[in-house]
């Protein structure tokens, strides 16, 4: 599906997909089990030309705690916003969730 969002509104989406991701961990850390799994089926796929970007979150799902994971998902650094563009935490969100984030964002007009 193409988008018709800006890149703008993209970001802030994808933002708020991580701020529910982030209350999730919180709530219930074994759901990070999932993200860690993406992480290494994505990363097999490039076999020994690992991504940069899946490096760093490796770094950030293998170095800090569920709480540390949670705030650094929440932030507004330029590493967690770039970050955001290749997110292993797919599928932690349904997809109903996921759509009423974007219907959120595409009524407010960002």
């Known amino acids: 599906m193409r988008s018709s969002l800006s890149h ?63 705030d650094f998902l929440r932030s507004d650094t330029p590493m967690a916003r770039r970050l955001r563009q290749s997110s292993p935490m797919a599928g932690i969100l349904s997809e109903a969730e996921r759509r009423a984030i974007r219907r959120h964002y595409e009524k407010a007009g960002a």
């Open 8 to 70: 703008t509104v993209i970001d802030r989406v994808n933002a708020a997909q991580d701020r529910r991701i982030a209350s999730r961990i919180r709530r219930d850390p074994r759901v990070l089990r999932m993200a860690r799994a993406n992480l290494r089926r994505w990363a097999a796929r490039d076999g020994a030309r690992v991504r940069p970007a899946f490096r760093e979150w490796h770094a950030v799902l293998h170095g800090l705690n569920a709480g540390e994971i949670a």
